[in-house]
Structures are given as structure tokens and as C-alpha cells.
């Protein structure tokens, strides 16, 4: 009688069964990946030609942001300093720290090393090329560095403290409200709700919005939560109708990719 099946039908279970474990490890490893932090960057911490320490400089000399990153409000970049910025301090303070000479060779024509050539520090935080996001934009708008970089003023070496992911992007859009506060306080990298007086920031809507305005955005109900502080969602609620805060939603996908 005549075979029914062709022969290579006989190891097609094998075949299966192997077809199966390489899918298996595929899917293990692309979760692995895709799943934790190696793909979120979250904890990445690349190493700089100069152990540049932003707690000391941040956290402990109270340096604003924007002295290094001067352009954070005016361009969709925030601008890394050129190695003038950073010899404009140091050519009084640790001038002849070893530590510093990648600075001096770059900014310090009266050195015998020097050679004009910027110091090439490596970018900690890279938006991808299909992804348009305006700093300009946030910062001008309530949010802060330390809603998106982390509380750097206690970083020795700046590391990724968000995921930045489109979901994580998503969130933020969804309830901006999270986010949002005061536009002096925003590069306050130690600010929170609390530190805010129900008082002072009626008066901040007030300066904003005018009075008749202001009670409408934080409402008061004749004193009663005259005593209560602030919580986050309540400042935010209000700075989000007092500014007209709409970001693109998940349905705009044009939002970000442009």
C-alpha cells in the first residue's frame, strides 16, 4: 500500500517543536529587552570626559539650571555650555585640578596645552530623530526639569530618572494637571505643593487672571479649606484652565511625530 504522507513528514514534529523554542527565546529575550529598565534607559549613567558633579554645583552651590543650559527657555533644546561657560568660573576656582584639563586645553589660551577643541560630552538624554519635543514649550508652561530629568541637584553623575517613553510622554498629556506649577517655581528642583500656601497662590492667580478670575479657578467655599495646603492636583487644575493647557492627545499622533 502506498505511503498517504511524504517522507519529510515524518520529522515535521520535530521540525514543530524546534520552530517553537526559537519563538520561545525570541519572545523571552524581546521582553527581557523591551520590558525593563535596558530599554527605558532608566538608571543610564554614560561616563563624561569631565566627572562634571551636579550635586556640588546644583544641590550644594544652588546653581539655577539655566546657567549652564542657557537656552532651555527660548529653543526646543536645551543647550549643553561651551567649555568658555564652564572656565568662566574655573579659571578662578580649581584652576589646576587635572581633573579639568579636557576645560582648560578647550577655553585657556594661556595654556601650554591648549587646543581650541570643544570638549565632546556624552548626550545622557536623546529624544529619537521621529520624535518633535519643544522645551520651550513645558518650561514656559509650568513643567519642570525634575519632572522629566529627575531631582539632578542630588545626582554626582547625571543618570536617566524617567523612562521617557511614549507612554510615559502619554501620561503627562493625559492629565498635564500632575505636572504643572508656578512659573518661578519651575526650575526649583526641590519644590512641592505643600511649600505653597493656599494665600499666596490665590494671589498668583490674582497677578494672572484678576480676582473674579482667580476664585473661579481655586475656588474657596467661604474659608473652609483656608487651613487645608495645596495638594498637586489642585494647582495643577487651576494653571492648566488659567493657561489654557491642551497638549496633543493619543489620538494626535502629528503632537510629536512631525
Known amino acids: 500500500m502506498a505511503n498517504l504522507f511524504p517522507r519529510w513528514t515524518n520529522t515535521l514534529p520535530l521540525q514543530i517543536i524546534v520552530a517553537l523554542g526559537f519563538l520561545g527565546i525570541g519572545v523571552s529575550a524581546a521582553v527581557t529587552y523591551y520590558f525593563t529598565p535596558k530599554y527605558t534607559k532608566v538608571g543610564h549613567q554614560p561616563d563624561q570626559p569631565v566627572a562634571y558633579d551636579h550635586k556640588l554645583h546644583v544641590g550644594q552651590l544652588g546653581m539655577d539650571c539655566r546657567h549652564c543650559h542657557s537656552f532651555v527657555e527660548e529653543t526646543g533644546h536645551a543647550n549643553i555650555p561651551s567649555a568658555s ?20 586645553k578647550a577655553a585657556d589660551k594661556n595654556y601650554e596645552g591648549y587646543d581650541g577643541k570643544p570638549v565632546e560630552w556624552v548626550r545622557v538624554h536623546q529624544a529619537p530623530d521621529y520624535v518633535f519635543f519643544d522645551h520651550s514649550a513645558h518650561v514656559n508652561r509650568g513643567v519642570s526639569c525634575a519632572s522629566c530629568h529627575g531631582d539632578v541637584g542630588e545626582m554626582r553623575v547625571v543618570h536617566h530618572a524617567e523612562p521617557q517613553s511614549m507612554s510615559w510622554c502619554l501620561d503627562c498629556h493625559t492629565e498635564p494637571e500632575n505636572h504643572l506649577r508656578p512659573l518661578d517655581e519651575v526650575f526649583n528642583l526641590k519644590w512641592k505643593p505643600e511649600d505653597l500656601s493656599r494665600k499666596d497662590f490665590m494671589a498668583y492667580l490674582t497677578d494672572e487672571a484678576g480676582a473674579e478670575r482667580a476664585g ?16 498637586q492636583k489642585e494647582i495643577g487644575l487651576a494653571l492648566k484652565d488659567l493657561w489654557g493647557i491642551h497638549p496633543p492627545s493619543p489620538n494626535n499622533c502629528a503632537g510629536c511625530h512631525r
Do not use: S, Y
Not at 580649581?94 to 582648560?104: D, G, Q, S, V
Not at 473661579?216 to 495638594?231: F, M, Q, R, V, Y
Open 216 to 231: 473661579e479657578l481655586l475656588p474657596d467655599k467661604k474659608g473652609k479649606k483656608a487651613d487645608k495646603p495645596l495638594t
Open 85 to 104: 561657560a564652564c572656565w568662566t568660573c574655573h579659571q578662578h576656582v580649581e584652576t589646576e585640578n587635572p581633573a579639568l584639563e579636557p576645560i582648560r
